[in-house]
């Protein structure tokens, strides 16, 4: 069994920031595609942000552009997403996601991935 362990969420003023870190514990972390997905109460589950096995190419939702990053340690078996200028529209639960498939593939849609976290809550207050 492997799994993926989210951290980092809680509940930040609007304009706050919070650092999300996902852990996979998994020997060929270095090589899957990590993605970020939230979903809000009502709403459907929508990509966030992905990243590449070495960290070479990132991916990300439109309305997160420039106010939140993608990164990882492949050391670490860790992968972070960085949010910046947070708002209420950001509050949701966020999920961690691994596809281990080889390639960089359709890293926005949650089809390809074979593994998710548990999710953690991220509200924001305004």
């Known amino acids: 069994q492997v799994q993926l362990v989210e951290s980092g969420g809680g509940l930040v003023q609007a304009g706050g920031s919070l650092r999300l870190s996902c852990v996979f514990s998994s020997l060929f972390f270095k090589r899957y595609t990590m993605g970020w997905f939230r979903q809000a109460p009502g709403k459907e589950r929508e990509f966030v942000a992905a990243?590449?096995?070495?960290?070479?190419?990132?991916y990300f939702e439109d309305s997160v552009k420039g106010r939140f990053t993608v990164s990882r340690d492949n050391a670490k078996k860790t992968v972070y997403l960085q949010m910046n200028n947070l708002q209420p529209e950001d509050t949701a639960i966020y999920y961690c996601?691994?596809?281990?498939?080889?390639?960089?593939?359709?890293?926005?849609?949650?089809?390809?991935?074979?593994?998710w976290g548990q999710g953690t809550q991220v509200t924001v207050s305004s």
């Open positions: 996601a691994a596809d281990v498939s080889p390639g960089w593939g359709a890293a926005a849609s949650p089809d390809p991935y074979d593994y």
């Open positions: 990243i590449n096995g070495d960290g070479g190419y990132t």
